[in-house]
């Protein structure tokens, strides 16, 4: 697609219920992100896949967070047991191989509520 | 750690003015530089970025420089327009190889009509 696709866009879910968050990259765009944004906050980085790598998961904040990256296209973010805490917009991004003169693009998010 | 830090948390300009938004970095081994643009609701969208071996850049009406000495990184935006209100990040890149970003908070611009 022209840009990149996140879904759901908003996702409420109960304390303790898993949640899975989709992330459908730029078309040829090998290198694949997710970051957290909790309100009024920054961008917390979570993992990186960049192509057949292994991917950087260095900023996952707890095993209840794992994600997987079927070759260059879609990625999943899943939240297992979710807490309150976990309530953040979820960004993912992508990029080519290269930085080019654009860095990131950025798709709109999910925003996770868990009540 | 190492860490991206931004000066000014909110920033207010008339319609018209010139703003310039600071950040300051840490990490001297950071080589290349990016300013993104967050409007409510929406993801950051790239507006410039510059690379370790330049100390300014521009755009539309923007203006990147870099100064290495000190570790700094400003953003200036020529005469502000109501659309330009969002908030707008920096964000390095740390060498190595990789391409991951880290992030600053942020920083809130307001433009009054």
């Known amino acids: 697609g022209a840009g990149v696709s996140q879904s759901p866009s908003n996702k409420v879910t109960e304390k303790g219920k898993d949640v899975e968050l989709r992330c459908d990259p730029i078309s040829g765009h090998t290198a694949l992100y997710w970051y957290r944004q909790r309100l009024g906050q920054g961008l917390e980085f979570l993992i990186y896949?960049?192509?057949?790598?292994?991917?950087?998961k260095s900023g996952l904040p707890s095993d209840r967070f794992s994600a997987e990256r079927t070759g260059e296209s879609v990625s999943t973010l899943t939240i297992q047991r979710t807490q309150q805490e976990d309530s953040a917009v979820y960004l993912c991004?992508?990029?080519?191989?290269?930085?080019?003169?654009?860095?990131?693009?950025f798709g709109s998010g999910t925003r996770l509520t868990v009540v | 750690g190492e860490s991206v830090g931004l000066h000014l948390p909110t920033l207010s300009v008339q319609e018209g003015d010139n703003s310039i938004i600071n950040c300051a970095y840490s990490?001297?081994?950071?080589?290349?530089f990016i300013w993104y643009k967050q409007e409510s609701g929406k993801g950051p969208q790239f507006i410039i970025d510059i690379r370790s071996n330049m100390d300014k850049r521009q755009g539309q009406r923007v203006t990147v420089l870099l100064n290495k000495t000190v570790k700094h990184l400003s953003l200036q935006i020529a005469a502000t327009q109501p659309g330009d209100s969002a908030v707008y990040f920096c964000a390095e890149n740390m060498g190595g190889g990789g391409n991951k970003l880290t992030f600053g908070t942020g920083t809130q611009l307001k433009v009054e009509l």
């Open positions: 896949f960049q192509g057949n790598s292994a991917p950087d």
């Open positions: 991004a992508s990029s080519p191989q290269g930085w080019g003169d654009y860095g990131y693009t």
């Open positions: 990490n001297s081994a950071s080589d290349y």
